[in-house]
């Protein structure tokens, strides 16, 4: 079936995401698209049943004026202009903004509820066969939920023609890496290539305290074990990658270009010619997980916190050592069950802990110790560009508190960080 979409028009509002999101939301298809398609761009989207202009027909963005396209004009399709000079403006309430969009893309644009998650997933299965046929697919799998739910996609669509690379880099929360083999290879069969290269990591970042040279040596060493991995495996012509449609869209606002195609493969020598397969590359965050949910990928993987590249590494700070990275991958498991326990845990968009390399005077069962200390991190955001500290109750900051210092090895003390970003970033290093 044909699936309806409602094109937005980017004119640099920063409502653009929101907006797409909103009319999926509805059942019908969003995308965005720069504010100067062409007319052969604009032919080629044969399912398009409207155009929002967003924050259009005409912008200032950074002193540049910013026109739609004459193509969208002559296109002959509705058009809905938002927010200038005699046009309406979005209404404030949400119920009525609502009520005009439905307005819109139901009576004049026609369109039909086509967009849900299972039709999605009946959609991309087909043309990931149709675009990889006889073909293999290498997929590097770090347990995060966009690369988890690419795997679970992938595999739906050519089974054991699909292989996974899991790399350990040493640097993984409590227990994620055995997921990654529990789920992926024992439950949903998939090919998947494991490697332990902790010794490797923790090695070549022996003595180096710099966070930024930490995050270069882990980033290049990675993309040279997948490369390794990659050269051994043979015939195989194509690459998955979990790029999502918050990575694909720039933000409006900056530049005139709504889509850029900036997700290559990180690194990757030119001589390894694969092809791309990005089947989440429409997708927003909330859909991805839908998406992984219903493929059957479990809860606790596709609601997962975001987790840095560099994992633990940017948490045991300075050079790290193997006690002090046991001490922050212990601790980040006891806040986890924690605030679990205390029902939290959903309420609250990222917590982990972080160990310094510094130490300090405690007692513990009646003798002087010098440990180091625990530091709890707690944020909430909408989009991590900026964040708030929750109040977390004192009896869960107390029983943290008393469960850290008891069962980790090395660690005398609990400190909460009360800063919000800014001036803190939500990570340490
Ligand atoms: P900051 O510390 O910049 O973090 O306030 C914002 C969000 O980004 C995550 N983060 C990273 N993610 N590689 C990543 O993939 C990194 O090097 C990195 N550093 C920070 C951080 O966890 C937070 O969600």
Redesign the pocket.
Known sequence: MKQDMILILDLGSNDNAGLAREIRGLGVYSEIHPHDITGPELAKLSNVRGIILNGGPNRKVNGELINASEAVYQSGLPLYLSDHQGHAPWPISATDRRKVLEDFIFQTCRAQKTWNIESYIADQVERIRRQVGNGRVLLALSGGVDSSVVAALLVRAIGDRLTCVHVNHGLMRKGESEQVVDVFQKELNVNLIYIDATDRFLDRLTGIADPEQK?KIIGGEFVRIFEEEARKQTGIEFLGQGTIYSDVIESGTKTSQAIKSHHNVGGLPEDLHFELVEPVKMLFKDEVRAVGLALGLPQSMVYRQ?????GLA?RCLGAITRDRLTAVRESDAILHEELEKAGLDQQIW?FFTVVPDFRSTGIKDGKRSFEWPVIVRAVNTVD?MT?DVPELPWLVLRNLTERITREVPGVNRVLYDLTP?PTG???WE
């Not at 975001?306 to 560099?310: E, L």
Request: proline share 21%; net charge positive.
């Open positions: 995050r975001p987790f840095p590249g560099p940017v990222q991590a964040a970003k970033t939500i990570e």
